[in-house]
């Protein structure tokens, strides 16, 4: 069984560059393997790095702007082409089965496998998935449109001597894209093992980030400070800013153990 696994698909915010795409990651946990947001060239960056879409059951989109979405299509079209029978589940909120079924309707409507959506309430913090060492949680954000990050955790039963089982929590990865600066959040994630916070714009860029409800590195590692995170991992850099060691250099002073998203990279949650 492995330790956990998050690969970064895609690091950048709304525009492409030449070395950013929209936001995706991969996470493993109890071997099991999930999807987190879905921007445009998802599936491509998966093919190269040999992630099977055999082992995806489940999906979970944060919000509906497109660069967390966009990349659905495609993937779910593709999969139909590959003759899949596995159902798989999309957890997201309602509006994304209203925009999505046309397409599916149109060009996936031959396709062997189901698509099990499962509509979320963005606002509030609750269970939404579950199984024997698996569970995620919503992280209600807050972002010009409704929003929520996810909190997953791995748990094991364990056998105590009077026939009894006590579950542990193993591992903990939080997934907070996109938001601005919100001590809210912290009491949901406090204690993460590993947490991914946006870090759109620098400090110079602060006001910005505040009309567009977007946060800055600073306020990615004070978030980190706050939860008492293992460690933080930032991304969904603006396209405004080429060098990413920049927003390194303004977050470390303030949350010593972080690290930069870059696409291809595996970390260990």
């Given at each position: 069984?492995?330790?956990?696994?998050?690969?970064?698909?895609?690091?950048?915010?709304?525009?492409?560059?030449?070395?950013?795409?929209?936001?995706?990651?991969?996470?493993?946990?109890?071997?099991k393997a999930f999807l987190v947001d879905c921007g445009e060239g998802t599936l491509l960056t998966m093919q190269k790095l040999g992630l099977h879409t055999g082992r995806l059951y489940n999906i979970?989109?944060?919000?509906?702007?497109?660069?967390?979405?966009?990349?659905?299509?495609?993937?779910?079209?593709?999969?139909?082409?590959?003759?899949?029978?596995?159902?798989?589940?999309?957890?997201?909120?309602?509006?994304?089965?209203?925009?999505?079924?046309?397409?599916?309707d149109y060009h996936a409507n031959d396709r062997l496998y189901d698509i099990i959506f499962h509509p979320i309430n963005p606002r509030k913090h609750e269970v939404i998935f579950e199984d024997r060492?698996?569970?995620?949680?919503?992280?209600?954000?807050?972002?010009?449109?409704?929003?929520?990050?996810?909190?997953?955790?791995?748990?094991?039963?364990?056998?105590?001597?009077?026939?009894?089982?006590?579950?542990?929590?193993?591992?903990?990865?939080?997934?907070?894209?996109?938001?601005?600066?919100?001590?809210?959040?912290?009491?949901?994630?406090?204690?993460?093992?590993?947490?991914?916070?946006?870090?759109?714009?620098?400090?110079?860029?602060?006001?910005?980030?505040?009309?567009?409800?977007?946060?800055?590195?600073?306020?990615?590692?004070?978030?980190?400070?706050?939860?008492?995170?293992?460690?933080?991992?930032?991304?969904?850099?603006?396209?405004?800013?080429?060098?990413?060691?920049?927003?390194?250099?303004?977050?470390?002073?303030?949350?010593?153990?972080?690290?930069?998203?870059?696409?291809?990279?595996?970390?260990?949650?």
């Amino acid at each position: 069984m492995n330790n956990g696994k998050l690969t970064i698909l895609g690091c950048g915010s709304a525009k492409p560059t030449k070395t950013t795409s929209p936001s995706a990651q991969w996470v493993e946990l109890s071997d099991k393997a999930f999807l987190v947001d879905c921007g445009e060239g998802t599936l491509l960056t998966m093919q190269k790095l040999g992630l099977h879409t055999g082992r995806l059951y489940n999906i979970f989109i944060s919000h509906l702007h497109g660069d967390h979405c966009f990349g659905l299509i495609g993937l779910l079209t593709t999969l139909g082409m590959l003759k899949r029978t596995q159902p798989m589940h999309i957890y997201a909120q309602p509006d994304l089965q209203k925009l999505l079924q046309p397409l599916l309707d149109y060009h996936a409507n031959d396709r062997l496998y189901d698509i099990i959506f499962h509509p979320i309430n963005p606002r509030k913090h609750e269970v939404i998935f579950e199984d024997r060492t698996v569970s995620v949680e919503t992280i209600p954000l807050k972002h010009g449109v409704p929003t929520c990050g996810f909190l997953f955790k791995e748990t094991h039963s364990l056998k105590k001597e009077d026939g009894s089982f006590e579950h542990v929590t193993r591992k903990r990865f939080a997934y907070c894209a996109d938001t601005m600066y919100s001590e809210k959040i912290v009491p949901i994630i406090e204690g993460v093992d590993t947490l991914y916070h946006e870090s759109t714009f620098l400090e110079s860029m602060a006001e910005r980030s505040k009309e567009v409800k977007h946060s800055t590195a600073a306020d990615a590692a004070k978030i980190a400070s706050l939860a008492k995170a293992g460690k933080l991992i930032i991304g969904h850099y603006s396209a405004r800013v080429e060098d990413h060691s920049l927003f390194l250099d303004e977050a470390k002073p303030v949350f010593e153990n972080t690290f930069l998203a870059e696409e291809n990279l595996t970390f260990e949650i």
